[in-house]
């Protein structure tokens, strides 16, 4: 059965806790090559503080390269990422301040949900009752308060990909990374998701949200802004509703079902 939207059950989560609210993410003229084949042309990019982007494109036109260049997962073969004031290029993952949720992000099977949550917060050796404090705040934002004590086998695909962005939250990133997080889910949860994902970025407005998509229509309505990737470059990028109501090139209007 379709999980119960978290709507009401959201508690009032104070923006203020998630650390660093309002960073930006400034790619500037990064470039990604695996050997001889360059798979991101040197990319120049910002995100605002507190929007979501969209990347959305064809498959194998760079997005998730990109999103794993501020991950840290990739490096640069030129070009610098800052997050807020902060260069992070030659910073480890987990020193960059992130979240970040993957299709198929498999929770560790043999650990209950609060276990999972906590699992960031213990790699950080945070004291015990703040990370009890954090996982209840992460549950609650997420809608699954009641469902702490679980194994993921317990829950629903839905379920687990909220436990899994609950995870993501719990150690306050800065910055939210959201790689085709729901692409493993069937549609009609997939639209209850999109929704959600929507209400919880009302409820922590100074998060910055990377989200990568092939999917237009979650990108034209969750995202502030869209970048269409297309052979390792940007083919245009602004306001969703701009680049919907004036696509400035074909290839842009025929990816977001415009073209007659
Ligand atoms: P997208 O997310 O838009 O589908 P990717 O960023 O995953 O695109 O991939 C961009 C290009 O880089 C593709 O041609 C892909 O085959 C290539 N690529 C991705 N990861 C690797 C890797 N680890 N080694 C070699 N080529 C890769």
Not at 30 to 51: C, F, K, N, W
Not at 118 to 146: H, N, P, Y
């Amino acid at each position: 059965s379709v999980p119960a939207i978290m709507g009401s059950n959201v508690v009032d989560v104070d923006a203020a806790k998630i650390r660093g609210a309002g960073s930006n993410v400034h790619f500037d003229k990064v470039s990604v090559a695996y050997g001889a084949l360059v798979v991101l042309h040197p990319l120049t990019l910002d995100i605002a503080p507190g929007e979501i982007l969209a990347m959305i494109g064809p498959s194998g036109s760079g997005k998730t390269t990109a999103l794993r260049a501020v991950a840290g997962f990739v490096k640069p073969a030129s070009g610098r990422i800052r997050i807020g004031t902060t260069d992070v290029t030659d910073l480890p993952p987990y020193e960059r301040g992130l979240g970040m949720v993957v299709q198929n992000y498999a929770l560790f099977p043999h650990m209950r949900v609060e276990d999972n949550v906590a699992f960031g917060l213990r790699a950080q050796r945070a004291d015990k009752a703040l990370i009890a404090e954090r996982v209840k705040d992460a549950l609650a934002t997420v809608g699954m308060s009641g469902f702490s004590r679980r194994y993921p086998r317990e829950l629903s695909g839905g379920q687990q990909q909220r436990v899994a962005i609950a995870r993501a939250l719990a150690v306050r990133p800065r910055v939210l990374l959201l790689d085709e997080p729901l692409s493993a889910l069937d549609a009609q949860i997939r639209r209850n998701m999109v929704e959600e994902i929507a209400k919880l970025h009302r409820d922590l407005p100074g998060l910055t949200v990377l989200y990568v998509t092939h999917d237009q229509t979650e990108a034209l309505t969750l995202a502030d802004k869209i970048a269409i990737m297309r052979d390792g470059r940007v083919s245009s990028h602004g306001p969703t509703v701009d680049l919907y109501r004036r696509p400035p090139n074909r290839f842009t209007a025929e990816f977001l079902g415009r073209a007659n």
